[in-house]
């Protein structure tokens, strides 16, 4: 049974203007964007370092949207609590990150969050389906992990037409995001591939604030079947 959701564009606050951050989520929410996600890196799991929970916190009352929290850390666990507490509504984990993706998601849902599991561009799709079940969301990525701007990775699309397959068997409404360099020229591709929740940093925040809506509008009308 088809369970691709709704159309969502969660814009990637990596991009905005980091001095600002308070008032580029009000202007990413104003300009029709449908979830904030929030890109937290350790400088370990990652080679860059970026927000903590003590930022999402700051920056949750600036919208009423979901926060789509991408966590690139490891290890994982301690600091799962840490962010339901800031205000997590999706907190997504790398499969890559530790041996026990099974206990992160089950700490997460526990919690009463919609936990989120993600794969690098390199990982095989069967490393997420044994946790499938755990999961709200399942996250793509279209690059390797640790900045914006970076290419779109086409090898990818495989990816997600076979995740499509894997959550409309299980027939649960699980969301399926992409993330990295989706762009109004690509993004037709990964909606038609199976995704329904499109991550953008560059090409939402490109121009700044008085370009945002049509920027999101663009992605937006590049998904059609
Ligand atoms: C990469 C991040 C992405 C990134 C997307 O590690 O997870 O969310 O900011 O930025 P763009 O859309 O510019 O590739
Ligand atoms: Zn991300």
């Not at 959701?5 to 969660?10: F, G, H, K, N, Y």
């Not at 206990?103 to 919690?111: E, F, G, K, V």
């Amino acid at each position: 049974m088809n369970q691709k959701q709704t159309l969502a564009i969660s814009p990637s606050i990596l991009s905005a203007d980091f001095a600002k951050l308070g008032e580029e989520v009000r202007a990413i929410t104003a300009a029709g964007a449908n979830m904030v996600h929030v890109d937290v890196m350790d400088g370990h799991f990652v080679p860059n370092l970026t927000i903590g929970p003590d930022v999402l916190k700051a920056l949750k009352p600036h919208s009423d949207l979901p926060f789509d929290v991408h966590l690139m850390i490891s290890p994982v666990d301690p600091y799962i609590d840490a962010f339901l507490a800031a205000g997590a509504d999706y907190l997504t984990v790398h499969v890559e990150a530790g041996p026990h993706v099974h206990r992160s998601l089950q700490a997460i849902r526990d919690r009463g969050c919609k936990a989120g599991v993600t794969l690098n561009p390199g990982t095989p799709v069967e490393s997420v389906l044994g946790v499938l079940d755990l999961c709200d969301l399942v996250l793509v990525m279209s690059v390797n992990p640790g900045f914006g701007g970076q290419s779109f990775i086409n090898s990818q699309l495989e990816k997600i037409q076979r995740l499509r397959a894997a959550i409309d068997a299980l027939g649960k409404p699980i969301r399926l995001e992409v993330d990295g360099g989706v762009k109004p020229d690509n993004a037709g591709d990964v909606w038609r591939a199976g995704a329904d929740t499109i991550v953008a940093g560059s090409a939402v925040f490109a121009g700044g604030p008085s370009k945002y809506a049509a920027n999101i509008q663009a992605i937006r009308d590049a998904c059609r079947d």
